[in-house]
């Protein structure tokens, strides 16, 4: 998934369960120009925790399995 569409997803997400970017941005500790930023795209460098930490807020979790490509 490309940022981009994380973004349009927390924004989907956001709109659902009824909160404002203010709400949003407020309970997961970034501006609202950040998340406002991110949801339409234009955010290359967010960390996963941030992200982590605004999927959570919207009942959703980052599920990352770690693999190693180079065993035998």
Do not use: C, H, W
Not at 10 to 39: M, N
Not at 49 to 59: D, E, M
């Amino acid at each position: 998934m490309i940022l981009s569409e994380l973004g349009e997803s927390i924004k989907i997400l956001r709109k659902q369960k009824g909160l404002s970017q203010e709400i949003l941005a407020e309970q997961s500790g970034i501006s609202r120009a950040t998340l406002s930023k991110l949801e339409n795209g234009y955010i290359a460098n967010i960390s996963i925790v941030t992200i982590n930490q605004i999927l959570s807020l919207l009942g959703y979790e980052i599920d990352i399995k770690a693999s190693n490509p180079f065993k035998s």
